[in-house]
């Protein structure tokens, strides 16, 4: 296979999200294009004492070099890398691909359920951009979430795949189907706070089940701030747990 | 079941480089069908994808057109 991990790195700051900005700079990527694992969330210290310095690893997300396999490979050879060319296609005209685009494999999936695609802010952190996301609604739709949305994470990443084929170029979009991720994201933020308070008051740390990268940054994200627990993630792969430690 | 291989040839023919040279064929079982995906050989890695990523989810969203029809379904790459 011609694409080649593009690597990830480990990087150090005083906080979370300068370690991140420094692991895109480093990579050359977007936020969208990543994975974002925070190995450390760091802590200010009193006085300096005590301060750790936050650590996250920033990794590449696999369908990124696939994309990129399109430019020519015979001129970019030695060269440094071409940069990706003017979107030549509208903000409306790429939801539209996009929305036809699952449309057309909920349909071979005998699945009945309609696309609306939509710029939303609702699924992504505090200060992000508003992304492109495609809501699937009908009757009985469970079956397209899967168990622990492993279904749905599978439709996302080939709507993903497909749209960055056609447009030539890696494009943000997220699928969701009835709200699940809205309200998994809402679950995981109660969740965590519930944890939080649970490891403040006993002083005991506090193992998550098992979650995705994309779930996992939803705990971390909701936990930053805390002023009294801090998180960690440990094991690795499909069984990585978030960890909640008493600061 | 013809949706089911359609499903696998828009799949295939979205992700490859040449998308003439995508053949799915289907070898049914009693119980199960085996759908064999064939693309151009250095279209090979695109339909598995790294760790067999793509490959999976291409099984994971099978499986639910499969599913309505009370089937079990294989993929293979050949």
């Given at each position: 296979?011609?694409?080649?991990?593009?690597?990830?790195?480990?990087?150090?700051?005083?906080?979370?999200?300068?370690?991140?900005?420094?692991?895109?700079?480093?990579?050359?990527?977007?936020?969208?294009?990543?994975?974002i694992?925070?190995?450390n969330?760091?802590?200010?210290?009193?006085?300096?004492?005590?301060?750790?310095?936050?650590?996250?690893?920033?990794?590449?997300?696999?369908?990124?070099?696939?994309?990129?396999?399109?430019?020519?490979?015979?001129?970019?050879?030695?060269?440094?890398?071409?940069?990706?060319?003017?979107?030549?296609?509208?903000?409306?005209?790429?939801?539209?691909?996009?929305?036809?685009?699952?449309?057309?494999?909920?349909?071979?999936?005998?699945?009945?359920?309609?696309v609306?695609?939509?710029?939303?802010?609702?699924?992504?952190?505090?200060?992000?951009?508003?992304?492109?996301?495609?809501?699937?609604?009908?009757?009985?739709?469970?079956?397209?979430i899967?168990?622990?949305?492993?279904?749905?994470?599978?439709?996302?990443?080939?709507?993903?795949?497909?749209?960055?084929?056609?447009?030539?170029?890696?494009?943000?979009?997220?699928?969701?189907?009835?709200?699940?991720?809205?309200?998994?994201?809402?679950?995981?933020?109660?969740?965590?706070?519930?944890?939080?308070?649970?490891?403040a008051?006993?002083?005991?740390?506090?193992?998550?089940?098992a979650?995705?990268?994309?779930?996992?940054?939803?705990?971390?994200?909701?936990?930053?701030?805390?002023?009294?627990?801090?998180?960690?993630?440990?094991?690795?792969?499909?069984?990585r747990k978030?960890?909640?430690?008493?600061? | 079941m013809?949706?089911?291989?359609?499903?696998?040839?828009?799949?295939?023919?979205?992700?490859?480089?040449?998308?003439?040279?995508?053949?799915?064929?289907?070898?049914?079982?009693?119980?199960?069908?085996?759908?064999?995906?064939?693309?151009?050989?250095?279209?090979?890695?695109?339909?598995?994808?790294?760790?067999?990523?793509?490959?999976?989810?291409?099984?994971?969203?099978l499986?639910?057109?499969?599913?309505?029809?009370?089937?079990?379904?294989?993929?293979?790459?050949?």
């Open positions: 296979m011609a694409s080649q991990a593009k690597g990830s790195v480990e990087v150090s700051a005083k906080t979370v999200e300068e370690a991140i900005q420094r692991g895109l700079s480093e990579l050359g990527l977007t936020r969208d294009q990543v994975e694992e925070v190995v969330p760091g802590r200010g210290g009193v006085l300096g004492i005590g301060a750790e310095d936050a650590q996250v690893r920033v990794s590449a997300l696999p369908v990124e070099p696939s994309v990129e396999m399109e430019s020519p490979r015979v001129e970019a050879e030695g060269e440094p890398p071409v940069s990706q060319p003017e979107p030549l296609e509208s903000e409306g005209d790429v939801a539209k691909v996009a929305a036809e685009l699952l449309q057309g494999l909920l349909d071979r999936m005998k699945v009945r359920a309609r609306k695609a939509r710029m939303g802010d609702d699924l992504a952190e505090e200060g992000e951009e508003p992304v492109l996301i495609l809501d699937v609604t009908g009757d009985d739709l469970g079956i397209l899967g168990r622990r949305g492993e279904t749905l994470r599978a439709l996302q990443y080939m709507t993903r795949l497909m749209l960055s084929k056609k447009l030539e170029r890696w494009e943000m979009v997220i699928v969701d189907v009835e709200s699940y991720r809205v309200r998994r994201r809402r679950s995981l933020r109660q969740l965590a706070v519930r944890m939080a308070e649970r490891v008051f006993s002083q005991q740390r506090v193992v998550l089940e979650m995705p990268a994309h779930e996992r940054r939803i705990i971390h994200i909701a936990l930053r701030d805390h002023s009294q627990v801090a998180t960690t993630s440990i094991g690795e792969g499909d069984r978030v960890t909640i430690v008493p600061k | 013809c949706t089911t291989k359609e499903l696998i040839e828009l799949i295939a023919k979205s992700l490859v480089n040449e998308p003439d040279a995508v053949i799915v064929r289907e070898v049914h079982g009693a119980s199960a069908t085996i759908f064999e995906l064939s693309v151009a050989p250095d279209d090979k890695g695109r339909v598995i994808g790294k760790g067999g990523r793509v490959a999976n989810s291409m099984r994971t969203l499986r639910v057109a499969a599913a309505k029809e009370r089937k079990r379904v294989t993929l293979e790459i050949m």
